[in-house]
């Protein structure tokens, strides 16, 4: 028991480790939340463009979100990674792991978007123009504000999913909040920092995760 | 931008026509990994399901029914905790507690366990969903609870659960590549090994591919499940 304790709680260790947790636990909430909006405005406004019935622009569209649905988030991180040195070496690692999470998030957010706008009857969009409303006045002041609310369930489990996928910035070496532990992990070899960093992760996004079920339930 | 160096770099077919024996030997170990955690975690997950159901039931002692806590716990922190944190943490925890498996067995375990939450979370769900008067007319119809969860239950429970199942399943397989990470010899490792070799992208945009052609007829099948059962 002392020793699991030694292993995986050990006091000598959090005490030094914390200030280097707290640099990576600083970058990964920057990550999370310059990600979150990045994805979720361009996946707005994919699924608003679909709105537009224009067959090739839905056509492309299709395709992006099809194939980005089906890389592993991994795999896209790499290729932007290797990609760096062609965008001049100064790119900072931080937007390549934004770039990654946006064009990745973008996907998701623009089916669970597209997916609340089409369930807004067609009676809405029919009276909006009928009564002199343009394309994006209708969208803006009489679709979107009723498909929010359709909305909100999945788009909040998938922000969810988003800010877990940004440990795998630490893949890339972004000093993410898992990289900075497995940094002080190997250098104190212990696991110690490895099971702050997952305690970190829990109690962060638990809350999140019971209101996911919380708005799923009440949508059911 | 240099525009040549960039399609050398990351499409130059020879050096993938090279790779491919090695990838193809990676995407087995892909396709391996993905099969047990698959197979492994949607049985745990409805095992799972079903007994958080039974423990709730009404008329169990109390004592019974705080059995379902620490359950509820090891779903929770499956869901919030991203799966490469887990994976990493199992991966170095597991030699201190004298346990010794190899990477891939790693792997399986933290797929099959983080899959089996998610999947009892949605088993439950379809469970819940199904109307109560379903039990009731099953048990007076004879039917032991084990039996009517067996044959009525759970066969309708189950199309509920499809949908939100299919996207899961595949998102846990695309979750497959994180193994790399801790040096099993999926797809991603091998192009990774062929990066290194070779100085040059095109064994990453090759694996891409491959696991682009592997996945997407799943992403299409899951789509249209969904649709089916809105109607």
């Known amino acids: 028991m002392s020793e699991f304790i030694h292993n995986f709680f050990n006091a000598e260790i959090m005490a030094k480790s914390w200030k280097i947790i707290l640099v990576g636990l600083s970058n990964t909430v920057q990550l999370a939340i310059v990600a979150l909006i990045c994805a979720a405005i361009l996946g707005l406004l994919l699924a608003v463009i679909r709105g537009l019935k224009n067959k090739v622009l839905d056509a492309l569209i299709i395709v992006y979100v099809d194939l980005f649905r089906a890389l592993p988030t991994i795999v896209l991180f790499m290729i932007v990674y290797y990609m760096l040195p062609f965008f001049g070496l100064s790119f900072p690692l931080f937007w390549a792991a934004v770039v990654a999470l946006t064009v990745n998030g973008a996907a998701y957010f623009e089916e669970i978007f597209r997916a609340g706008i089409e369930a807004i009857d067609r009676g809405q969009w029919e009276a909006a123009r009928s009564l002199g409303l ?87 | 931008m240099n525009i040549r160096g960039l399609i050398d770099s990351f499409f130059n077919v020879r050096i993938m026509l090279d790779y491919l024996p090695a990838l193809a030997r990676g995407l087995l170990v892909t396709v391996e990994i993905a099969g047990l955690s698959l197979a492994l975690g949607l049985a745990l997950g409805m095992v799972l399901a079903v007994i958080r159901v039974a423990l709730k039931r009404r008329g169990n002692p109390r004592f019974v029914r705080w059995l379902n806590v620490p359950l509820a716990f090891y779903v929770d922190s499956m869901r919030a905790l991203p799966p490469l944190v887990t994976l990493v943490v199992v991966y170095f925890a597991l030699p201190y507690l004298g346990v010794y498996i190899s990477r891939f067995w790693s792997a399986v375990s933290v797929f099959v366990f983080v899959l089996a939450a998610f999947a009892s979370e949605i088993f439950r769900a379809g469970i819940e969903s199904v109307d109560r008067g379903q039990m009731e007319a099953a048990r007076s119809q004879g039917l032991s609870y084990l039996q009517t969860m067996r044959y009525v239950i759970v066969p309708q429970a189950f199309r509920v ?45 090759a694996a891409a591919i491959l696991f682009t052609l592997l996945f997407l007829p799943l992403v299409r099948l899951s789509m249209l499940v969904e649709r089916r059962m809105k109607r």
Request: proline content about 8%; aromatic content about 6%; hydrophobic content about 50%.
């Open chain 1, 134 to 220: 343009d394309f994006r006045q209708t969208m803006i002041k009489v679709i979107l504000p009723q498909a929010i609310r359709i909305v909100i369930p999945p788009a909040t489990s998938n922000s969810l999913e988003l800010v877990k996928t940004t440990v795998l910035a630490s893949v890339i070496s972004m000093p993410d909040l898992l990289y900075k532990a497995q940094q002080a992990a190997g250098l104190w070899y212990n696991p110690t920092p490895l099971v702050m960093a997952a305690l970190i992760f829990l109690v962060l996004l638990w809350p999140f995760v019971r209101l996911t079920s919380y708005l799923e339930r009440r949508m059911a």
């Open chain 2, 161 to 205: 659960a499809l949908p939100p199942l299919t996207s899961r399943m595949i998102s846990i397989t695309k979750d497959v590549s994180l193994a790399s990470v801790i040096g099993v010899s999926d797809l991603l490792k091998e192009a990774k090994l062929g990066i290194a070799n070779t100085y040059n992208t095109s064994p990453l945009i």
